[in-house]
């Protein structure tokens, strides 16, 4: 056992070669008295599922991070309002955020109130008194990311690594999956090439008792809102509004690039039919609401929100109910893909309860987002395989007036798609294309739907990799 | 623009504020000209990947971690022999460990040579001489975790944690999936009560063969040995072997015991046959080799490798071809699984990359592993549904046999199975038990191959989850 022969001496020998090179400077020690204070604003669902952690895990916490965590206050809307969660020992209520974001004591502002104009107050205020920030506020952080990550620069001008103000942000994309703290820890050294995620539970819940359950989209999204996944305006689920914000941040994390929401193309599941199921299972997969953010050839960046149809084979195809997925295709790692709960009380409070303890454990995002300043720019177009489904009523000179219109804008077609017919009113036929740009494809569409035996909108939408190619 | 107005007077009063409260002290800065000097011992596959990531990414690596990370020696076996990759610039070859272990210029070593005699005198004398470590070695962790947890705690006696020597090995177990970093700093907060993992690449390949592309069990490996992707002997792969080992290093992160390798359950693939695919495809699902260890009722710790039956609605089932998957079931999250490359040059190195990046960033491990001193132990019995294949001659009395001896040992059938009979030397049916104790099944099987209709072995696996409970 030779390896335990270690004498005080050659410690000492060790530390001061190491210490000569002064590659990890020494510091003052922290005594095992500290306390790292944590300031919550917001008391709600997530506020409250993080006292609970906290309180509950304080002796093991403390024992790794060398320092105990201690909520000192919270901050709510209404100090009368009874709580489903006991207020930690030595912690006060307050209805003043001030209270916190002045106070000397505080040194972690944990911002869980959500909204994009208080909210906003509160972060830019904590980082500018020196405090750390936690954050779990999606809309704030797709709104204001970049302008965190300016304002972070200036506070922490000058300062070490080691002193510098944290800002983390992990449970503001997709609640319980460490997809930030994933892009900020294990990509430093590969490139990215494509990012594709499940990442709205609402939908993909609606999605999933449609297709297995049989549901309408009524009833899905009646059951989606009665179980508490659907936002207060529905629209932006099903919209794939609340997946674009989502998807303009993991753009930002793997990209760097600052894409204004509002160019991400973005189709909701709302034309979506039990036809088009019933077309994705005679293709061997399914269909889920995709984010997807992909390197173009050219160094651009695409990116859309939209139904696609993806394998059964594919790991993202069996993600179903209200549970997120996010893939990440890259050099080095090929392909990862991290599945677990996009929302929810503990899942969300876990995603704060990390980033508080990497930072009482001193960890350090020198850099938010992936700094590459490689020029990349944000396009709307892209390359796919698509599904274009078309209702029509029967006549001649349908598969010519199709052919000749996806001739005429290049858009190559794969397989023409014709399941029997259930009724005379609901006939459809499904267009698989080769690979195509989307720019094309609107074209295509656009012509098509003005064809006399068209019956009313075509509904389209990207196969994620065909297993049939 | 408010948030702009930030003086240097209100930044100074902050920072001073900050710093009164003495939570994070300053220390002295690093300053950009800095390096972090790394030796690789072992300049094959994977070293070799370490240095063409450094080197790509090279100046992107120095703008996220205020310091250059630069390659000063490689120790090789041989030093005529041809590499397949660029040494990088300034960078020396040796056949000496020594050279980097002693040099008071290195200030990471990493272990990449495998193995667990020379390469275990490597770790822990690096970590003596105050170097921090990074290796992707899975079985010198295996083996070894616990001892060099113990030295590296002697190493680090009165540091402090910014000044502590860091042990990293990320690549030790699911090359590029970051289950190791994901262990360590997603779950502080949460109770895991469930690791079930997809964590050897070969048998996931040969299993994927066997089933969808109907190779045989030789076929299979022999596929997946021209592939490189099994052992060296291959019976540490097939057996499971190589799956405990992981499982053990994963069930220290998780429940913080050190369990003796040997007294993991472990049954291999090699018994698996297509009628178990079969029979798999009539219930609804599929076969897979996973490691899996639970938190038991009363706080112990169980887990076994083995194959086991999952639903075709598990995401674990379309985890295909080398492909590896853990999951992670836990009081907070959930369920949280990340997919990702098991092996292979790029995504180990990847890994052993993010180790480096992390030391060059100062992010500390306080703990290597999940402290909980919960007085967890292991324990070789669980409770599971059970799938149970006998090979049989026809006779009468079969049918009551089986009822008495599974009431003898308090084992409730839930259905037994039977395919037509394909031929009427491999008859075989099934029985699928209600959820029981594994120490339960053994005595069943043991008697019910004692009986004279009984051809051959029995063979038993659990059932992940049953989707029709």
Same mark, same amino acid.
């Given at each position: 056992?030779?390896?335990?022969?270690?004498?005080?001496?050659?410690?000492?020998?060790?530390?001061?070669?190491?210490?000569?090179?002064?590659?990890?400077?020494?510091?003052?020690?922290?005594?095992?008295?500290?306390?790292?204070?944590?300031?919550?604003?917001?008391?709600?669902?997530?506020?409250?599922?993080?006292?609970?952690?906290?309180?509950?895990?304080?002796?093991? +916490?403390? !024992?790794? =991070?060398?320092?105990? %965590? $201690?909520?000192?206050?919270?901050? &709510?809307? *209404?100090?009368?309002?009874?709580? #489903?969660?006991?207020?930690?020992?030595?912690?006060?209520?307050?209805?003043?955020?001030?209270?916190?974001?002045?106070?000397?004591?505080?040194?972690?502002?944990?911002?869980?109130?959500?909204?994009?104009?208080?909210?906003?107050?509160?972060?830019?205020?904590?980082?500018?008194?020196?405090?750390?920030?936690?954050?779990?506020?999606?809309? +704030?952080? !797709?709104? =204001?990311?970049?302008? %965190? $990550?300016?304002?972070?620069?200036? &506070?922490? *001008?000058?300062?070490?690594?080691? #002193?510098?103000?944290?800002?983390?942000?992990?449970?503001?994309?997709?609640?319980?999956?460490?997809?930030?703290?994933?892009?900020?820890?294990?990509?430093?050294?590969?490139?990215?090439?494509?990012?594709?995620?499940?990442?709205?539970?609402?939908?993909?819940?609606?999605?999933?008792?449609?297709?297995?359950?049989?549901?309408?989209?009524?009833?899905?999204?009646?059951?989606?809102?009665?179980?508490?996944?659907?936002?207060?305006?529905?629209?932006?689920?099903?919209?794939?509004? #609340?997946?674009?914000?989502?998807?303009?941040?993991?753009?930002?994390?793997?990209?760097?690039?600052?894409?204004?929401?509002?160019?991400?193309?973005?189709?909701?599941?709302?034309?979506?039919?039990?036809?088009?199921?019933?077309?994705?299972?005679?293709?061997?997969?399914?269909?889920?609401?995709?984010?997807?953010?992909?390197?173009?050839?050219?160094?651009?960046?695409?990116?859309?929100?939209?139904?696609?149809?993806?394998?059964?084979?594919?790991?993202?195809?069996?993600?179903? #109910?209200?549970?997120?997925?996010?893939?990440?295709?890259?050099?080095?790692?090929?392909?990862?893909?991290?599945?677990?709960?996009?929302?929810?009380?503990?899942?969300?409070?876990?995603?704060?309860?990390?980033?508080?303890?990497?930072?009482?454990?001193?960890?350090?995002?020198?850099?938010?987002?992936?700094?590459?300043?490689?020029?990349?720019?944000?396009?709307?177009?892209?390359?796919?395989?698509?599904?274009?489904?078309?209702?029509?009523?029967?006549?001649?000179?349908?598969?010519?007036?199709?052919?000749?219109?996806?001739?005429?804008?290049?858009?190559?077609?794969?397989?023409?798609?014709?399941?029997?017919?259930?009724?005379?009113?609901?006939?459809?036929?499904?267009?698989?294309?080769?690979?195509?740009?989307?720019?094309?494809?609107?074209?295509?569409?656009?012509?098509?739907?003005?064809?006399?035996?068209?019956?009313?909108?075509?509904?389209?939408?990207?196969?994620?990799?065909?297993?049939?190619?």
């Amino acid at each position: 056992m030779k390896y335990f022969a270690v004498t005080l001496a050659s410690l000492l020998a060790a530390s001061e070669a190491f210490t000569a090179h002064n590659f990890k400077p020494a510091s003052l020690s922290k005594t095992s008295l500290d306390a790292v204070n944590v300031g919550i604003v917001g008391g709600g669902v997530v506020g409250g599922g993080i006292c609970e952690i906290l309180t509950k895990k304080s002796d093991y +916490l403390t !024992a790794l =991070c060398s320092d105990t %965590i $201690e909520v000192k206050s919270i901050c &709510v809307r *209404d100090l009368d309002k009874p709580r #489903d969660f006991e207020i930690p020992e030595g912690c006060s209520l307050t209805d003043k955020a001030d209270d916190i974001l002045n106070s000397d004591d505080i040194d972690v502002v944990v911002e869980v109130m959500g909204g994009t104009t208080i909210a906003k107050d509160v972060v830019f205020n904590a980082l500018s008194n020196g405090k750390h920030v936690v954050t779990a506020n999606k809309a +704030l952080i !797709a709104d =204001c990311l970049a302008e %965190i $990550e300016d304002h972070l620069k200036k &506070v922490n *001008d000058g300062k070490s690594a080691e #002193d510098s103000i944290q800002f983390n942000y992990e449970a503001a994309v997709c609640g319980g999956i460490p997809i930030i703290n994933s892009l900020q820890s294990d990509f430093p050294g590969d490139d990215i090439d494509m990012i594709a995620g499940i990442i709205n539970g609402c939908t993909n819940f609606m999605l999933t008792a449609m297709d297995r359950d049989g549901l309408s989209y009524e009833a899905a999204l009646a059951e989606a809102s009665k179980l508490g996944y659907a936002e207060a305006d529905p629209t932006l689920d099903v919209g794939g509004f #609340d997946a674009r914000s989502k998807l303009k941040i993991l753009m930002r994390l793997a990209y760097g690039i600052d894409v204004e929401e509002s160019n991400i193309p973005c189709r909701g599941i709302q034309e979506l039919t039990a036809t088009d199921y019933d077309y994705a299972k005679s293709l061997g997969g399914t269909i889920k609401l995709l984010g997807v953010a992909q390197r173009e050839e050219d160094g651009k960046v695409s990116g859309f929100v939209s139904p696609c149809y993806i394998a059964a084979t594919d790991s993202l195809s069996s993600v179903n #109910d209200a549970t997120n997925a996010v893939e990440i295709s890259s050099s080095n790692l090929q392909r990862t893909t991290y599945i677990g709960q996009g929302a929810g009380r503990y899942p969300t409070a876990n995603s704060c309860v990390n980033d508080i303890v990497a930072i009482a454990k001193g960890d350090v995002n020198v850099s938010p987002f992936n700094p590459a300043d490689d020029g990349a720019k944000f396009v709307q177009q892209y390359d796919s395989v698509f599904y274009l489904r078309l209702k029509y009523s029967d006549q001649v000179g349908i598969t010519r007036q199709c052919g000749e219109i996806c001739e005429k804008y290049g858009v190559s077609i794969h397989s023409i798609l014709q399941n029997p017919r259930s009724s005379k009113k609901d006939d459809s036929f499904v267009i698989v294309t080769e690979e195509v740009s989307n720019t094309n494809m609107k074209k295509v569409v656009a012509e098509l739907e003005g064809l006399d035996w068209v019956q009313g909108p075509a509904f389209w939408m990207p196969v994620l990799r065909p297993d049939w190619m």
